[in-house]
């Protein structure tokens, strides 16, 4: 499966934003899919990941209540849907998918066979 992470940009503290993965090849109902982020200077770190089939969906402390994840397998697209934006969630935010993934693998991120390029967020104070 391959994987186009898109919308991010420029946004203020307090602010909202979207973003999108949009999967292409087979078997997109199969994947978990995650977001993974990484901020100028720090390591890569989960952010939130949706399960394949049910869509259970799994969020990491930081976002708990902020940001919520969702998926249309129809559409293979899974969103992330960020509210309360703080400059500190600056970062670039990668979508990535593993098939089949077991629950609790979904924020390790050598467990997901395949990447986005990523796309830019940024939270201005």
């Known amino acids: 499966v391959q994987l186009q992470a898109f919308g991010g940009g420029l946004v203020q503290a307090g602010g909202s934003r979207r973003l999108s993965c949009s999967a292409s090849?087979?078997?997109?109902?199969?994947?978990?899919v995650a977001w993974f982020r990484q901020a100028p200077g720090k390591a890569r770190e989960s952010v939130s990941a949706?399960?394949?089939?049910?869509?259970?969906?799994y969020y990491d402390d930081f976002v708990k209540g902020r940001f919520t994840i969702s998926r249309d397998n129809d559409k293979k697209i899974v969103y992330l849907q960020m509210n309360s934006l703080q400059p500190e969630d600056t970062a670039v935010y990668y979508c990535?998918?593993?098939?089949?993934?077991?629950?609790?693998?979904?924020?390790?991120?050598?467990?997901?066979?395949?990447w986005g390029q990523g796309t830019q967020v940024t939270v201005s104070s």
């Open positions: 949706v399960k394949y089939g049910v869509g259970t969906t």
């Open positions: 090849g087979r078997g997109f109902i199969n994947y978990t």
């Open positions: 990535a998918a593993a098939s089949f993934l077991r629950d609790n693998y979904y924020n390790t991120e050598r467990y997901y066979n395949f």
